[in-house]
């Protein structure tokens, strides 16, 4: 699969094109991906370690983007998380203000739930005959409708934040 550009709107909505790949895991990426990657940084927020390798790996991949990116909407996004990454990390290496690990989990909550809202607002509330989950039920040969896999989609999401809720308190205690 080859990305060929990717744009984020003012509007909440956005726009990532393809050229090749595997459709049925291209279509839910953008809704469970976001899900799946909120739980890790759930996770990752109860550790300082791990708080730390989080933050890094998010500013290395909003780096990625903001060269990808054909808009400076999301560019723009790209750069101001990272000043903020950088500050949130430099508050916590040199001063006695102790945040990043929840900045890490702010993010990662902020992620899932959004994550779940956005799959209600786009797939489920809304009929939209351009929307992922349509299109997903088109090549999927199963008999289930674009608002029966946005269901599918925010129970699939919904574990997800369950998941990271429970383990998170499995590893704090």
């Not at 809202?117 to 090549?139: N, P």
Request: charged share 10%.
């Amino acid at each position: 699969m080859q990305v060929e550009g990717m744009q984020v709107h003012a509007n909440e909505g956005g726009v990532t094109q393809t050229r090749g790949g595997v459709y049925w895991l291209i279509l839910p990426a953008g809704y469970l991906g976001s899900s799946f990657w909120g739980m890790a940084l759930v996770l990752a927020s109860t550790n300082l370690i791990t708080a730390r390798i989080a933050a890094g790996g998010l500013a290395v991949a909003l780096l990625i983007v903001l060269f990808i990116a054909q808009n400076w909407t999301l560019r723009g996004l790209c750069i101001g998380f990272i000043i903020f990454l950088a500050v949130v990390w430099v508050l916590q290496e040199k001063t006695t203000v102790r945040i990043l690990r929840y900045v890490i989990l702010f993010i990662g909550v902020m992620n899932s739930l959004f994550s779940v809202y956005d799959i209600y607002d786009d797939l489920i509330s809304r009929r939209v005959h351009t929307s992922d989950a349509e299109k997903f039920a088109e090549i999927c040969p199963c008999p289930c409708t674009g608002v029966g896999w946005g269901v599918i989609w925010g129970i699939i999401s919904f574990v997800f934040l369950s998941a990271s809720i429970y383990l998170g308190l499995v590893i704090l205690s």
